[in-house]
C-alpha cells in the first residue's frame, strides 16, 4: 500500500519560509505528476505547484518566485521550498502523487495527511 507523509509545517512569521517534505512509501513501480496543495476553512482545496514525471514544474500565479518545489527520486520525496511568506499562505497543505503499484497497473492518485503551515506575527 501506497502511502505519502507530509511533514514541516509549522507556525512562521511573515516573510520567513518553510520546507515542506512528502515522502512517499510502500511498493511501487513509478511515480507520475506530483503536486502540492493546500486548503483553508471553508474553501476549495487549490493546487500551489506541480512537477511533472519528466521534471517540469508549474505554480499558482500567487506563490511564482516565492514557491519551489522540486523531486528527489532516490528518496522518493518531494519538496515545497516556501520563502517570503504572507498571512494568505496559511493553510493545510497537502501532497498528491499519481502512482503505479505495478507495471500493468492503472494511474491511481494518493494523498498525504497534510500538515498546516501558519504565518502569523
Known amino acids: 500500500q501506497v502511502q505519502l507523509a507530509e511533514s514541516g509545517g509549522g507556525l512562521v512569521q511573515p516573510g520567513g519560509s518553510l520546507r515542506l517534505s512528502c515522502e512517499a512509501s510502500g511498493s511501487f513501480f513509478s511515480i507520475g505528476n506530483i503536486g502540492w496543495f493546500r486548503q483553508v476553512p471553508g474553501k476549495e482545496r487549490e493546487l500551489v505547484a506541480w512537477i511533472t514525471s519528466t521534471g517540469n514544474p508549474d505554480y499558482l500565479d500567487s506563490v511564482k518566485g516565492r514557491f519551489t518545489i522540486s523531486n528527489d527520486n532516490a528518496k522518493k520525496s518531494s519538496y515545497l521550498q516556501m520563502n517570503t511568506l504572507k498571512p494568505e499562505d496559511t493553510a493545510v497543505y497537502y501532497c498528491?502523487?499519481?502512482?503505479?503499484?505495478?507495471?500493468?497497473?492503472?494511474?491511481?492518485?494518493?494523498w498525504g495527511q497534510g500538515t498546516q503551515v501558519t504565518v502569523s506575527s
Open positions: 498528491n502523487a499519481a502512482f503505479r503499484v505495478t507495471s500493468w497497473s492503472n494511474w491511481r492518485d494518493y
